[in-house]
């Protein structure tokens, strides 16, 4: 099944970059490189040192804002599932931040924080937060009650109850709001590299594209994209490790 | 399974402590707002028997059920469980849901031994616990499985095995076969009744089938509904002596089931 699923993944990005490499040929835009000219540039940006160099400016708000937004979002979103009164006070919050126009809010954040990390990690935060509050609030809502009951009937306490029952029963909804929350994170770093101070890849991107480098502009774009999907398996391995049940399926079935 | 073989000294056992009652109920209200679910509700369960509460559907059942697990509190009223008053859930009493409640992401093994998990008993101690119960309801080899991978009979087969390794004094069953098929469900009946012949506890049995109680019960309360009370108690006399096999051909079984139908058929919509 392994192998299987490698081999599909192998094969859609085998069709992916090929329809890149036969659009960038045509081509569709002047602005529009082959795959093969953009990973040339991806590889000379490697070897001189300059993509390291801009993923550690990247990398900064972006790690920093992914994890307050995993903490505070879980810990945030049990107690929103857990008690109406944190539900009301707290809901609307998130569901404001997640329907703001954040382009707009930008000049807003920057005036209160200046164009420093702050207001940079804000961005990556409103984008990755509401989406893993709301989730973890919804799963912990939707723990089956029977199974609430039945650790009441055998005696749990309340720290039981949630850490033995809730937070396993709702991990699967959890894990999905962490990875499109994720995601969103990586959108919101690089929103804030190019709205608010051109630095790191956003910097690649911006300057790139003012010098019509377009194959260095995309092969930034790329190399941003991997490094999520990266990410984003690391976190299904974490679920995996942690919840060994969550990919077996479920008694419902 | 292996531990039902009839056994008469159990059941000479279950005569002499008639008078002993291991639950008692006595005056129990329950009110959700306006709605009466169970009006001046009195009922004793005598130890080392099968009580069934039999109902149409919606007569409270289920609500009197979870009052005596402690699940629930009564507006009124009080139960006794071995003598002393119920306040919630205690290790007196274990319980087997209609619908499993599994946890989907343990293995069986875990969820065997969840109750004693709960209960602050160390690892190997517990899962020695739970692989005896687990041969017992005959689930050998599937200590590493997990639920989504059992048919529904097996499924109850670990939510039974769960109650019976608590040791728990008091069994209540809240409809435990109605979601498995017909052929497993009688089978479950037969273990049932050797289950009570063999183990020393009490079991509370809702249910909705009126042969199914006939069939497993030493005393059948009849609860009619809008508000819950206790219309009619029933104890079949020769029932127990019979062989599980020839009792729904007997003459008193057949009785049994019919008035008990008829005094039902006016509540069922």
């Given amino acids: 099944m392994v192998s299987r699923s490698l081999t599909l993944k192998l094969v859609s990005a085998i069709i992916v970059f090929g329809a890149w490499e036969i659009a960038g040929r045509i081509p569709v835009s002047y602005a529009f490189p082959t795959f093969i000219d953009s990973m040339k540039a991806l590889s000379a940006m490697i070897l001189d040192g300059r993509l390291f160099a801009a993923y550690g400016e990247t990398l900064k708000p972006l790690v920093i804002g992914v994890l307050i937004s995993a903490v505070l979002g879980i810990i945030i979103g049990l107690w929103i599932g857990l008690s109406e009164w944190f539900d009301w006070l707290f809901s609307p919050i998130f569901i404001v931040m997640q329907a703001a126009p954040l382009a707009a809010l930008i000049p807003l954040l920057v005036m209160i924080y200046g164009i420093g990390l702050t207001s940079k990690v804000f961005v990556v935060c409103i984008m990755a937060m509401p989406v893993i509050v709301l989730n973890t609030a919804g799963a912990v809502r939707n723990t089956p009650s029977s199974f609430i009951e039945m650790g009441k009937s055998f005696l749990a306490s309340r720290r039981e109850v949630l850490a033995k029952i809730i937070i396993p029963a709702a991990s699967p909804v959890i894990f999905s709001g962490l990875r499109l929350g994720v995601s969103a994170g990586f959108i919101g770093a690089i929103l804030s590299e190019l709205k608010i101070t051109p630095t790191g890849v956003g910097d690649i991107i911006t300057f790139s594209r003012s010098i019509a480098d377009y194959a260095s502009m995309y092969a930034a774009i790329f190399s941003i994209i991997v490094l999520a999907v990266v990410f984003l398996n690391l976190l299904e391995m974490l679920e995996r490790v942690l919840f060994e049940g969550n990919v077996r399926g479920y008694a419902s079935d | ?269």
């Avoid at chain 2, 008639?18 to 709605?35: L, M, R």
């Avoid at chain 2, 008091?170 to 012949?197: I, N, Y």
């Avoid at chain 2, 127990?240 to 019919?258: A, F, G, H, N």
């Fill in chain 2, 1 to 269: 399974m292996v531990m039902l073989q009839t056994n008469a000294l159990a059941e000479d056992q279950s005569v002499l402590d008639q008078t002993d009652n291991a639950v008692s109920v006595s005056n129990v209200s329950k009110n959700y707002g306006d709605v009466e679910a169970l009006k001046n509700l009195s009922l004793d369960f005598p130890r080392g028997q099968l009580t069934s509460l039999l109902g149409p559907s919606g007569c409270g059942k289920t609500t009197l059920l979870k009052i005596i697990a402690g699940l629930l509190e009564p507006t009124e009223g009080e139960i006794l469980v071995n003598g002393s008053p119920v306040t919630g859930p205690g290790e007196d009493r274990a319980f087997v849901f209609q619908d499993f409640a599994l946890l989907p992401w343990a293995s069986v093994l875990r969820n065997v031994a969840f109750g004693l998990e709960l209960r602050g008993v160390a690892r190997s101690e517990r899962e020695d616990i739970a692989v005896k119960y687990i041969k017992d309801v005959g689930l050998e080899g599937f200590e590493k499985s997990f639920p989504h991978e059992l048919s529904g009979g097996m499924r109850q087969r670990v939510g039974l095995a769960r109650a019976l390794s608590v040791d728990a004094d008091v069994l209540l069953m809240d409809e435990p076969f109605s979601a498995v098929d017909e052929q497993t469900r009688r089978k479950f009946q037969e273990d049932l009744l050797a289950l009570v012949a063999n183990e020393n506890k009490t079991f509370l049995f809702v249910t909705h089938s009126i042969e199914e109680a006939v069939y497993v019960s030493d005393q059948i309360a009849i609860l009619l509904p809008r508000p819950s009370r206790v219309s009619e108690i029933i104890r079949p006399t020769g029932l127990r002596e019979k062989d599980s096999t020839s009792i729904r051909r007997d003459p008193e079984y057949l009785d049994i089931v019919d008035s008990i139908w008829e005094s039902l058929k006016t509540y069922v919509e």
